[in-house]
Nanobody, 119 residues
Framework: VQLVESGGGSVQAGDSLRLSCTAS????????VGWFRQSPGKEREFLAA?????????VADSVKGRFTISREIIAKPVVYLQMNSLKPEDTAVYYC????????????WGQGTQVTVSS
């Protein structure tokens, strides 16, 4: 499965942003799709994941209450990351990734999209 992120940009603290992850080349019914972020000098951080076929999702405690994950099928399957009340510390490159159900490792990654939050 191939993944392409979009929707990043530069915003002010307190603003909202919605990132999109468009999938192609595979049946997402067999996958879990997750969102991650990484900023310079920091470890990659898990944010949220959605189990496509099971309508289940999980959000990391660090962003719970501000970030939500959802999915939709338009022309292609899309997984969204809605980010509200953004803070400067949310500045990072955001990635979506996919792993087969039952797998421990995300093995398909998008190219990433930059989110910059200024105070």
């Amino acid at each position: 499965v191939q993944l392409v992120e979009s929707g990043g940009g530069s915003v002010q603290a307190g603003d909202s942003l919605r990132l999109s992850c468009t999938a192609s080349g595979g049946n997402l019914s067999y996958y879990v799709v997750g969102w991650f972020r990484q900023s310079p000098g920091k470890e990659r951080e898990f944010l949220a994941a959605i189990y496509w076929a099971a309508f289940k999702s999980t959000v990391a405690d660090s962003v719970k209450g501000r970030f939500t994950i959802s999915r939709e099928i338009i022309a292609k399957p899309v997984v969204y990351l809605q980010m509200n009340s953004l803070k400067p510390e949310d500045t990072a490159v955001y990635y979506c990734a996919a792993k087969p159900r039952g797998s421990n490792e995300y093995d398909q990654w998008g190219q990433g999209t930059q989110v910059t939050v200024s105070s």
